[in-house]
């Protein structure tokens, strides 16, 4: 069965060096997100991404962070300078459509020090 | 805005037993679409049943089901005969018609006692 794979699984960075998070959404799906997940708290929205363009992204999506399909298969996201609240667990998704379920990654652990 | 409220950080149930979590939310919305989502110890995020509100009809899937009441924002999830392997975090979810993002609730955190 087709899932979301994202590299890396941990990653362990010093504060104010510049991350890639990695996804490769199913390969027939056309919307990508990007959320987040404080350790014991709710998960958040981060970015979408629909047509390579960015559809919609929230409040904490400032300038540091952007988002790319540099070829067919990947979806990245990175966070240019990071911060110690940056540590969480970053999961993608992806779906084939609107309003449908959406498929998550297992999730990259980052930890800022 | 829309919010998602899961007022019930923890719930425990016995094997074989039936437990309910519920879900409130908030929307001036007619069109929408909700989701439950389980999340286990491996952190994976996986859909459990989804709900179009459309729909009068609740959803079910296997031994997940729902109590879906539009006119009081309500979605529940009641789970039958609780197996161990259901331990683990539930979240709410809410995506409006034609927007682009999950709106989570803060998550319901089931212990099975066998």
């Known amino acids: 069965e087709p899932e979301v794979t994202q590299t890396p699984s941990h990653q362990v960075t010093q504060m104010g060096q510049e991350v890639i998070l990695r996804c490769v959404p199913i390969s027939n799906h056309l919307y990508f997100y990007w959320y987040r997940q404080i350790l014991g708290q709710k998960v958040e929205f981060l970015v979408s991404?629909?047509?390579?363009?960015?559809?919609?992204k929230s409040e904490i999506f400032d300038d540091q962070f952007s988002v790319e399909r540099p070829d067919g298969s990947n979806f990245t996201l990175k966070i240019r300078s990071t911060k110690l609240e940056d540590s969480a667990m970053y999961f993608c998704?992806?779906?084939?459509?609107?309003?449908?379920?959406?498929?998550f990654g297992p999730g990259t652990r980052l930890t800022v020090l | 805005a829309q919010t998602v409220t899961q007022s019930q950080p923890e719930m425990s149930v016995q094997e074989a037993e039936t437990v309910t979590l519920s879900c409130t939310y908030d929307?001036?919305?007619?069109?929408?679409?909700l989701f439950w989502y389980k999340q286990p110890p491996s952190r994976q995020m996986i859909l459990v049943i989804r709900q179009e509100a459309y729909k009068q009809q609740n959803a079910t899937e296997n031994r997940f089901s729902v109590n879906f009441q539009k006119a009081a924002k309500s979605f529940s999830l009641k789970i039958s005969d609780s197996q161990l392997g259901d331990a683990a975090m539930y979240f709410c979810?809410?995506?409006?018609?034609?927007?682009?993002?999950?709106?989570w609730g803060a998550g319901t955190k089931l212990i099975i006692k066998p």
């Open positions: 998704a992806s779906t084939p459509r609107l309003n449908n379920e959406q498929f």
């Open positions: 929307t001036s919305e007619s069109d929408y679409y």
């Open positions: 991404f629909y047509n390579n363009e960015i559809s919609e």
């Open positions: 979810a809410f995506d409006m018609d034609s927007n682009y993002q999950l709106i």
